[in-house]
């Protein structure tokens, strides 16, 4: 445990959409230099989380601190890519205008083109190794340009806390490794805090320090070592778990099939 103060802090967390308890008592805490896998299968509440922490949507109870302050407050701090980003082939937008927009897209105007712009765009650029189709456009690039144009949109204003929904979700298997080394390789190197939502947390067994397991509102949260326990996890789900370890992969399974939805399970493990 670092003595660094935490960049978000949750303590807990609830809430309510639509008269309905979505999440439930959530805390945990990230620090500088920390990559966090949110893992939870499909209406575990995963968006929801992150919404909370962008300050989109309002909590029942308790609290969300990003760098000791309420969400709203620090939003230059937090870089966000959001799930499916789509971009039309005709867009008259290359990649270095996308990425420009991140410094003032929220503002109406054309933005303007200076020095300081120019060498932060060509910064976030390089970050995520983008340079080669920094002029073609969004439109034309494949999903794991994209995705690494739009990683570059949200590192423009240099963002001490970096969240990413779902970003491996629509990427093949070398787009995918080769995101999670990026995200290694932006926590080495900026000591940036990185959280990361999927279903499967094995591709980002590399990098994951920290884990977020997200069970039908209600998370089991600390270090991977921890949370991805038998027991940790049965409490979780409700239902007795195994944990399998095979050639670096982790499998979670249910001890009794006929009393689990095994079918959940397994799109969590990533089967
Ligand atoms: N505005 C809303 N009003 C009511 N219920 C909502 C609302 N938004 C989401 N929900 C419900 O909250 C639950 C959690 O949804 P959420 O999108 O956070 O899950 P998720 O883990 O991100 O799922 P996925 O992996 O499918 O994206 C779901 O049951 C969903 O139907």
């Not at 959001?82 to 990649?95: A, E, M, N, V, Y």
């Not at 999670?180 to 591709?203: E, F, R, S």
Request: charged share 20%; net charge neutral.
């Amino acid at each position: 445990m670092t003595n660094q103060r935490a960049i978000l802090a949750v303590a807990d967390l609830s809430v309510d959409l639509g008269g309905r308890s979505i999440l439930r008592d959530v805390s945990f805490d990230l620090h500088p230099g920390q990559l966090c896998a949110l893992i939870g299968e499909n209406g575990a509440g995963k968006t929801t989380l992150l919404r909370t922490l962008l300050g989109l949507i309002s909590q029942r109870t308790g609290t969300v601190m990003i760098d000791g302050e309420a969400p709203r407050k620090h939003r230059a701090l937090v870089g966000y890519v959001p799930q499916k980003i789509t971009f039309d082939p005709d867009l008259p937008l290359r990649t270095r205008d996308l990425v420009r927009l991140g410094l003032d897209g929220h503002r109406l105007g054309l933005p303007l083109w200076n020095t300081r712009t120019h060498a932060a765009v060509d910064a976030a650029l390089q970050a995520v190794g983008a340079e080669d189709f920094a002029d073609r456009r969004v439109g034309e690039l494949s999903g794991g340009q994209q995705q690494r144009a739009v990683i570059a949109h949200a590192l423009v204003r240099k963002p001490r806390l970096l969240i990413l929904d779902e970003p491996l979700a629509n990427l093949d298997f070398g787009s995918a490794n080769a995101l999670v080394d990026l995200l290694g390789k932006l926590i080495a190197q900026q000591q940036m805090t990185v959280l990361v939502t999927a279903h499967d947390m094995n591709p980002l067994i590399p990098v994951m320090d920290r884990l977020v397991y997200l069970v039908d509102g209600r998370a089991a949260t600390g270090k991977v070592a921890e949370v991805v326990q038998p027991e940790v996890l049965s409490k979780l789900y409700g239902y007795p778990v195994s944990v399998l370890r095979h050639g670096g992969r982790i499998l979670v399974l249910p001890d009794a099939p006929e009393n689990a939805d095994v079918a959940n399970l397994n799109r969590c493990a990533g089967h």
